[in-house]
């Protein structure tokens, strides 16, 4: 199994800065897609941004030019670099891994998600 652990949440006022960490552990052979998604109340679950492994990057286009999305490969780890955060931004955010088990098998994961809430 694939375990995430996010961190990085919590409350800012707007035009602050927060950065997101999740860290994927357990049974891994490879990562090939890294990202984060959120969920505002009432919304569907929509991409944030996403990270291939030889660090290609896409965006939503609400965060594009403020939010950095980048990943360590050596630590399994992404984070997300979000800046300029607006109060629209106020969301239940997600870790979303994935790859090949050392069984040599898919897996795809999903951390617990980390609220972030841009109010002042």
């Known amino acids: 199994q694939v375990h995430l652990m996010e961190s990085g949440g919590g409350l800012v006022q707007p035009g602050g800065s927060l950065t997101l960490s999740c860290v994927a552990s357990?049974?891994?052979?490879?990562?090939?897609?890294m990202g984060w998604y959120r969920q505002a109340p009432g919304n569907r679950r929509e991409l944030v941004a996403d990270?291939?492994?030889?660090?290609?990057?896409n965006y939503a286009g609400s965060v594009k030019g403020r939010f950095t999305i980048s990943r360590d490969n050596a630590k399994n780890t992404v984070s997300l670099r979000m800046n300029s955060l607006k109060p629209e931004d106020t969301a239940v955010y997600s870790c979303?891994?994935?790859?090949?088990?050392?069984?040599?098998?898919?897996?795809?994961?999903w951390g617990q998600g980390t609220q972030v809430t841009v109010s002042s």
């Open positions: 979303n891994v994935y790859g090949s088990t050392l069984r040599h098998t898919p897996f795809v994961s």
């Open positions: 990270i291939t492994r030889d660090n290609s990057t």
């Open positions: 357990g049974s891994i052979y490879s990562i090939n897609g």
